[in-house]
């Protein structure tokens, strides 16, 4: 990898009149700010569906996409919905945050509309092919989706047992009185990957190579657990022996109860992991770089029984280790992955990571303790990494400043970073990064538009309240994308190919 930058930016949080952002026209004029201030990456959190709490690392597939991003405009113009269709539909008030509450209330009916006149004109080659190249994951969660709708959204470990344990009379008898909702499920998620496609084609023709998210776990209430409950350690009634959390710290006197079921990894072996290679082949489909989510729980994890009240409860255990990626390796290749080596983390994860050759990540809010020194300072970052003030868990770069760092902590930051006249925190911080040794660094977008905690992407360990926030048209200013583009420019982070490019146009303009 080339010495680049990039920005962390979620499809949610961009701009439009519909309450959450999509893959219409804003997407594109990201792809367009990132082109013009020399950026590499584009960061983006998972695109899979959310469920409780609203979180993309809860999700009821792996594989299916949130259908809240499809673009309701692009839908127009393809003849799908008539701006009628969405006259007197109240999006929400306040265009800095979304309302989940009302997306799930008006989106569902909305894309009704569309999925029935995409029938009505009969299926496309492309609709054919795509239910035909994703069959293995699609028919699943159509059906699981249509089954949860039919039993008011309960989880599916709520449903009568015969269709919970999958029995293949209760399926049949509801693959036919399903069968339009499934339709539905089928169509949405056509909807989905021919727009998003087609944002990635354009990002890539800009030279703008897209990183996505994979959680290591799943959700318990997901169509993978319903339906192969094989690769997990649970019951006869398929219910989890285990969850997942993390272990009590100085934050969490009781340490964070996930929740999320534990693999069978004695099960995944024996079958060559091939549900992980099914899985990151699912995910490059999607992306050009993926990011795995608690990257140190392949080497061990913490795991809590299910019954227990708090994750304090739990025990440290192995996982597969370098072996997985080995095998993944061998199957697919060498894949551009960047590993989530965040948290506590031992000799043996470090040595795991070094295997792999993944980059490791880096948080500059974690390297000011007041004075001493500390390995997340920039002057300690290696080449392999890549660089981040603060990730879509962390607070904003002005939040932590204001809100919680220490008078000592201040001071190291004030000193280390030399804040300069008319330079916000947020500005230091960023220019901290970029002037690191990390091959990559990337910004979130929260960063470069100096904003506090009202911003936050997440607290870790809260229910509601967060995945909200929205960029508003008028923030992204001149200003923010001169700034940027200096940063890049004096840091020599600039997009190899895109400079390139301006070499062969001086030289070769006719051409």
Do not use: C
């Not at 299916?64 to 673009?71: E, H, L, T």
């Amino acid at each position: 990898m080339d010495r680049t930058s990039g920005v962390l930016m979620h499809i949610s949080s961009l701009p439009n009149q519909y309450g959450i952002g999509s893959f219409g026209r804003s997407a594109y004029q990201f792809v367009d700010f990132l082109k013009e201030t020399q950026q590499t990456y584009w960061q983006i959190l998972p695109l899979t569906t959310t469920s409780y709490g609203d979180s993309p690392y809860q999700s009821f597939s792996a594989s299916a996409g949130n259908p809240y991003f499809i673009d309701l405009d692009l839908l127009i113009e393809e003849g799908l919905l008539e701006e009628s269709d969405l006259e007197g539909i109240d999006f929400g008030q306040d265009s800095s945050q979304v309302d989940y509450a009302l997306i799930f209330k008006y989106r569902h009916q909305i894309l009704e509309k569309a999925v029935a006149q995409f029938k009505q004109q009969g299926p496309s080659k492309e609709y054919v092919a795509f239910i035909g190249d994703n069959h293995e994951w699609l028919e699943p969660f159509a059906e699981y989706m249509a089954i949860k709708e039919h039993f008011g959204l309960r989880a599916w470990y709520e449903w009568d047992e015969d269709i919970r344990l999958r029995q293949e009379t209760a399926l049949e008898h509801y693959r036919q009185i399903l069968s339009e909702e499934m339709d539905y499920y089928r169509v949405t998620q056509f909807f989905f990957m021919q727009q998003w496609q087609k944002l990635k084609a354009y990002a890539n023709q800009q030279n703008i190579q897209i990183v996505g998210d994979i959680p290591i776990y799943v959700a318990h209430d997901s169509v993978e657990m319903w339906h192969h409950p094989e690769y997990f350690r649970v019951d006869e009634f398929a219910e989890p022996i285990v969850v997942a959390g993390t272990p009590p710290d100085v934050f969490t006197s009781e340490g964070q109860f996930w929740g999320n079921p534990i693999y069978d990894w004695d099960y995944m072996k024996d079958n060559q992991y091939d549900w992980w290679i099914r899985r990151f082949e699912e995910s490059f489909k999607l992306y050009d770089l993926v990011r795995i989510d608690h990257f140190r729980g392949f080497e061990s994890y913490w795991e809590v029984p299910f019954s227990a009240e708090t994750a304090a409860e739990g025990s440290w255990v192995k996982g597969p280790g370098y072996e997985l990626f080995k095998v993944v390796n061998d199957a697919l290749g060498q894949l551009d992955i960047i590993a989530e080596d965040l948290g506590f983390m031992t000799q043996e994860v470090i040595e795991m990571r070094e295997a792999t050759g993944f980059p490791g990540m880096k948080i500059l809010q974690f390297g000011f303790l007041g004075a001493e020194d500390s390995p997340d300072l920039p002057h300690h970052y290696s080449e392999n990494t890549i660089a981040y003030v603060g990730t879509h868990d962390n607070e904003t770069a002005m939040g932590w400043y204001l809100d919680t760092a220490t008078e000592a902590m201040k001071e190291q930051v004030d000193n280390y970073l030399g804040i300069r006249p008319g330079e916000t925190v947020a500005d230091a911080l960023n220019r901290g990064i970029a002037m690191s040794p990390s091959r990559i660094a990337i910004y979130s977008m929260q960063d470069l538009l100096s904003l506090d905690n009202r911003a936050r992407m997440n607290v870790p360990s809260t229910v509601g309240g967060n995945w909200q926030w929205r960029m508003t048209e008028e923030q992204l200013t001149p200003q923010v994308k001169e700034f940027l583009s200096s940063l890049t420019e004096t840091y020599f982070r600039r997009n190899p190919t895109l400079s390139k490019q301006t070499i062969i146009d001086v030289f070769q303009p006719n051409n």
